[in-house]
């Protein structure tokens, strides 16, 4: 998640001794890793959690799944996200994709990215469905997770931006491009 330095040290302290109990094998796949959404301060974690991850040149977070629903976008770079059902997702800056709780996922870099997620308590959360779904990012969806990520707003302002979130997430029809080997 993105902080100041001094706050990022200690937070990645507390992140990596958090992860090393969390951090599973899937058995049918070579790694996987397991994600929970934890507060940064003691208190119960909001329906929405924003982190960011710089991925540079070939990164790739191989096959995993979350407890939480996850919203992957990437305000540079490209994202290609693949779901165990087959599904390969390119992603823009303009695309994000809403990965429910639960799906089995790899996310890659095609180029230099930063992956910024939004992930979400399932039980918190208003939006049904199993499926991952491609949203488009507008401006101000861009700016409310940007904006969520401050650490600093009080709660009754982090539920109103939640709410909006919410409102913004709007799924984008999709064609399927079927290529065929020559």
């Known amino acids: 998640c993105s902080m100041n330095s001094a706050q990022s040290e200690v937070a990645q302290r507390a992140w ?4 090393h109990g969390k ?4 058995r049918r796949f070579r790694k996987g890793v397991f994600c929970q959404v934890v507060s940064t301060n003691g208190q119960p974690p909001s ?12 990164t790739r977070f191989e096959w995993h799944s979350h407890d939480e629903h996850q919203l992957a976008w990437s305000p540079e770079g490209v994202l290609v996200v693949l779901t165990e059902a087959g ?10 994709l809403w990965i429910p709780a639960g799906t089995m996922h790899e996310t890659r870099a095609s180029g230099a990215a930063v992956l910024r997620s939004v992930y979400v308590a399932p039980e918190r959360c208003p939006i049904e469905g199993d499926m991952p779904t491609p949203v488009s990012v507008s401006p101000l969806l861009g700016e409310l997770i940007h904006h969520l990520d401050d650490r600093d707003i ?14 913004l997430l709007l799924p984008l029809r999709v064609g399927t491009i079927d290529v065929r080997s020559p």
């Open 154 to 167: 009080d709660s009754e302002e982090r539920l109103r931006a939640e709410a909006v979130l919410f409102d």
């Open 23 to 26: 951090l599973t094998l899937h």
């Open 87 to 96: 599904g390969t997702y390119v992603l823009p800056p303009s695309r994000a």
């Open 47 to 58: 329906a929405a959690i924003v982190c960011t991850f710089p991925m540079p040149v070939g």
């Open 16 to 19: 990596f001794s958090f992860m």
